[in-house]
């Protein structure tokens, strides 16, 4: 993804009416360059229907540790009209193997019990680290 323009505002909009800010932080941390998903490994995907922009979903470093090795699923959402279509396993499925390629645990922070279930069944586990709510040992890289 080159651009996070105008396509963007629906996504930001519908979070932010659900309570979540990560769209409007993915937005602002594109534009400002903070965060392009330019280092070693990382990678920002967008899944579109219909010329829509309906989901997000990025791989970084995990800027929360210093080991090595270690990568952090970050701002992923699915607009609610694409929910429970496979949409989000889809993305988080491939953000795990492109993962794989460079990291050996993938770590994630989510706040609600609904998005907790949904990567425990792609084979997360709840930890109680302070900088993160789930954890995937994908093995050696």
Sequence with gaps: ???LGDEMAPLVIEAESEGHRSMRRLRDEWSSGANRFQGAGEFLLAAYAGGKLIAVGGL???PYSSAL???RIRHVYVCSQAR???VGTMLVKHIIVGAGRRFSTLRLRTT???AAAFYERLGFHGCNEEAATHILELGAT
Excluded: L, V
Aim: cysteine-free.
């Design 1 to 3: 993804m080159k651009a």
């Design 60 to 62: 970084n470093i995990d």
């Design 69 to 71: 090795g270690i990568g």
């Design 84 to 86: 429970r279509r496979g």
């Design 112 to 114: 609600t019990a609904e």
